[in-house]
């Protein structure tokens, strides 16, 4: 009787369902960091290092070309023509209609680049408006990218590769995006980062994940050594 009680308590903790698989870089369950969404957003994206110094930029001067990104704008529209692609006065009487019901005439259209490879299509040329209206439609239709909001910035990533092009940043409940400086665009040439600065971004993340990251070539092999080195070593004793 002993015995088949024994076996039966054993057999119960076969039996235990196993725990879902956690997540180190979201710190969510369901998946493992291998697998995780967030991962391919992390690569290749440099930026300044002070918060202030974006929200800085955003004021640096009244003639910048600062493109409010707008999600109910069906058009892109700059009150200016400068920059604008072979402009060409529309056919009729063309108007912008506004959620006050208010209309204002369209001058010309016509196609701009907005930086990097990012470009404009189909732009309205509204003299009379007061500020430049990016539409997050056309431009995640014409480019293949994604807008991603948070506080107080917002990203323009590609939709393949999750590169980040370009940073803005939140101006009286506004995003803004100031196409005048590079410090809020990504580097395409940026410098792989270390093995420190990944370990601290991902929270102090297994061997496994760095070592899937130089693989993904978000590492250099030089920065993956003392990593393997490290693994190998012991915790010492506290004093």
């Known amino acids: 009787m002993k015995s088949s009680s024994i076996n039966c308590t054993k057999g119960n903790q076969h039996n235990r369902p ?71 006065p529309p056919k009729g009487n063309e108007q912008v209609i506004f959620g006050n019901g208010k209309t204002l005439p369209v001058s010309h259209t016509g196609n701009m680049k907005l930086l990097g490879s990012l470009n404009l299509n189909n732009v309205l040329v509204v003299p009379n408006i007061t500020k430049n209206l990016l539409s997050i439609s056309k431009l995640t239709e014409h480019n293949n990218v994604d807008v991603l909001f948070s506080y107080p910035n917002f990203f323009i ?57 130089q693989k993904l070539g978000h590492l250099s092999v030089t920065s993956i050594r003392p990593l393997a080195q490290r693994h190998r070593m012991k915790y010492g004793t506290l004093d």
């Open 157 to 213: 990533q590609d939709r393949q590769t999750k590169r980040v092009l370009a940073r803005g940043c939140r101006e009286e409940g506004l995003y803004v995006l100031n196409t005048n400086h590079e410090a809020l665009v990504a580097s395409p040439s940026c410098p792989k980062a270390s093995y420190e600065i990944w370990h601290s971004r991902l929270g102090h993340v297994s061997f496994d994940i760095i070592t899937m990251l």
């Open 18 to 88: 196993l725990r879902p698989p956690h997540c180190q870089l979201c710190r969510t369950q369901g998946h493992y960091a291998s697998t995780c969404p967030t991962l391919a957003s992390y690569a290749n994206f440099v930026a300044s290092s002070d918060d202030n110094l974006a929200h800085a930029q955003c004021h640096s001067s009244t003639h910048a070309p600062y493109w409010y990104v707008d999600s109910g704008a069906s058009d892109h529209m700059t009150a200016s023509p400068d920059g604008v692609l072979n402009p060409t």
